[in-house]
T-cell receptor, first 114, second 115 residues
């Protein structure tokens, strides 16, 4: 069963426009949710995470995400895209258990047009 | 640099050869993970160590794959008799003993190409 679904494998926005990358999860236990960014031929960098508490979380580079339990969503947003935001973005979840392993979505490639 | 370090960054090998990758985690992290990422996909979990103990292995980790973390510090991932389907990015990550909310810190990966 797919635990993380990212809608849209490719998203293109204009520089200065709103960025919205969608992520939905399935979990029978309270999840821990993460967004990672990957630049070409690089590893993954943590953008932000939700564990408990405030459902709107802010991360690096002006990104934020809101945990909506009723919608099982954790969409990533940024008010104004910059050319340097062009990268692949992965939503991930930890569903508990002893290992705390991350389960990733298939990723969304963000292109930013000048 | 106190991040996760992986070597080599790139490896090209002929089918049937053995390859070994190394991961040096963040020094105070006792949890270490290996993931595999193929083109157009998200990383997939391969195996997990807590200190020197390998506590979980994915069914993706066939008997040609072996991972070790002999002293609870660095880890190696060996692939024997490589196949073209093994071509992928192999990512190592580490985290501290804290709860699941820690997430994990990733290295830059080793890109394997089997020709």
């Amino acid at each position: 069963a797919q635990s993380v679904t990212q809608l849209g494998s490719h998203v293109s926005v204009s520089e200065g426009a709103l960025v919205l990358l969608r992520c939905n999860y399935s979990s029978s236990v309270p999840p821990y949710l993460f967004w990672y960014v990957q630049y070409p031929n690089q590893g993954l960098q943590l953008l932000l995470k939700y564990t408990t508490g405030a459902t709107l979380v802010k991360g690096i580079n002006g990104f934020e995400a809101e945990f909506k339990k009723s919608e099982t969503s954790f969409h990533l947003t940024k008010p104004s895209a910059h050319m340097s935001d062009a990268a692949e973005y992965f939503c991930a979840v930890i569903l508990g258990g002893a290992t705390n392993k991350l389960i990733f979505g298939t990723g969304t490639l963000l292109a930013v047009q000048p | 640099d106190t991040g996760v370090s992986q070597n080599p960054r790139h490896k090209i090998t002929k089918r049937g050869q053995n390859v070994t990758f190394r991961c040096d985690p963040i020094s105070e992290h006792n949890r270490l993970y290996w993931y595999r990422q193929t083109l157009g996909q998200g990383p997939e979990f391969l195996t997990y160590f807590q200190n020197e103990a390998q506590l979980e292995k994915s069914r993706l980790l066939s008997d040609r794959f072996s991972a070790e973390r002999p002293k609870g510090s660095f880890s190696t991932l060996e692939i024997q008799r490589t196949e073209q389907g093994d071509s992928a990015m192999y990512l190592c990550a580490s985290s501290s003993e804290g709860g699941a909310g820690q997430g994990a810190f990733f290295g830059q990966g080793t890109r394997l190409t089997v020709v």
